[in-house]
């Protein structure tokens, strides 16, 4: 059963059959377990503990309980990809959002011919969909058509039941394709994830080579001091530079995370140290992040003090 199913993950993106299959028996088994035994069944047979909802302590915990009881409808407007834009362009300004070039309801609706040399195309409900196009002269249309199809079906409430992403109205985005490596330097960072926690930005997570087997992540305070615990990665064995813009960072994620008492803000960096809005993230790793040493998961918990009056 566990290699059927690990055959079905890796080729349901390929195969549209496939990926029917694959999402049927997601979208039945929703039927017979509920979200709450889902959770305390996936978070067990990973930490060989049970879950505590009552009185959850540790980051990953904390994470559970949201999902299971804090419903509150504007995490599902702020996962929508296209959405969030109206949010962040309120609160920080039109100049940190990535340029829109269009928006499509079907694959069908794109016109390639009228798109520039490179771009990005991706879905606004999901996390897998993003298709890099560095020279559109070079793509198979109807392969990304295809792709972006199956994307388009797929609602991922049924894959890791975050309930927030069940009701985002699937759609295709086009945006600028922006330039994070200088020199294609790829010890650079691809994404700075900031944790805030009940408004306040606190730690900065850096992914490198997020894309390949040689994935790596540090974490660093705002003191650009690398932390001493890894989340899931080992750290990267090259010496990071300290962005020049790291109050500016800080200033505008306290912004955005300001209404919510954890909430992790995502930006790009590029070259010239333009500063890009990437995406707001209420449930990381779906509370299965891993923390080493452990110690820290609670340490994490620690800083997340539950408001039970913003639901």
């Avoid at 962040?88 to 340029?99: A, F, N, P, Q, S």
């Avoid at 058509?145 to 409430?157: C, E, G, Q, R, T």
């Avoid at 926690?197 to 080579?209: C, D």
Wanted: hydrophobic share 30%.
């Amino acid at each position: 059963m566990k290699k059927l199913k690990k055959y079905l993950t890796r080729k349901k993106k390929e195969n549209y059959i496939i990926f029917s299959i694959y999402y049927f028996i997601k979208v039945t088994s929703s039927i017979f377990i509920s979200d709450s035994l889902y959770r305390k069944y996936i978070f067990k047979r990973k930490y060989k503990r049970k879950l505590n909802l009552k009185k959850p302590t540790s980051f990953n915990e904390k994470i559970h309980y949201r999902i299971l009881n804090d419903h509150n409808p504007i995490y599902t407007k702020l996962a929508d990809k296209l959405l969030v834009r109206d949010y962040v362009r309120e609160k920080i300004g039109e100049k940190y959002l990535i340029k829109l070039i269009n928006h499509y309801n079907t694959p069908s609706e794109i016109n390639f011919n009228t798109l520039p040399k490179s771009f990005v195309l991706k879905c606004n409900h999901d996390v897998g969909s993003v298709m890099i196009i560095n020279d559109k002269s070079k793509i198979n249309e109807k392969a990304i058509k295809k792709k972006l199809k199956i994307a388009l079906k797929n609602n991922i409430y049924y894959q890791n039941r975050e309930w927030h992403y069940k009701n985002i109205k699937p759609k295709i985005i086009c945006e600028e394709l922006i330039n994070i490596f200088p020199h294609n330097k790829k010890n650079y960072p691809e994404d700075y994830k900031i944790h805030c926690f009940n408004g306040i930005p606190r730690y900065i997570e850096l992914q490198f080579s997020r894309f390949s087997h040689d994935r790596r992540i540090n974490i660093y305070d705002f003191n650009w001091n690398l932390q001493p615990f890894l989340m899931g990665y080992k750290n990267t064995n090259e010496s990071i530079e300290k962005p020049k813009k790291l109050q500016e960072i800080y200033n505008i994620s306290k912004t955005l995370s300001a209404d919510f008492d954890y909430c992790r803000v995502d930006f790009y960096i590029t070259p010239d140290d333009s500063i890009y809005f990437g995406e707001l993230t209420f449930t990381p790793c779906n509370g299965m992040d891993d923390f080493y040493p452990n110690e820290w998961d609670y340490l994490f918990g620690k800083e997340w003090i539950i408001d039970d009056s913003r639901k």
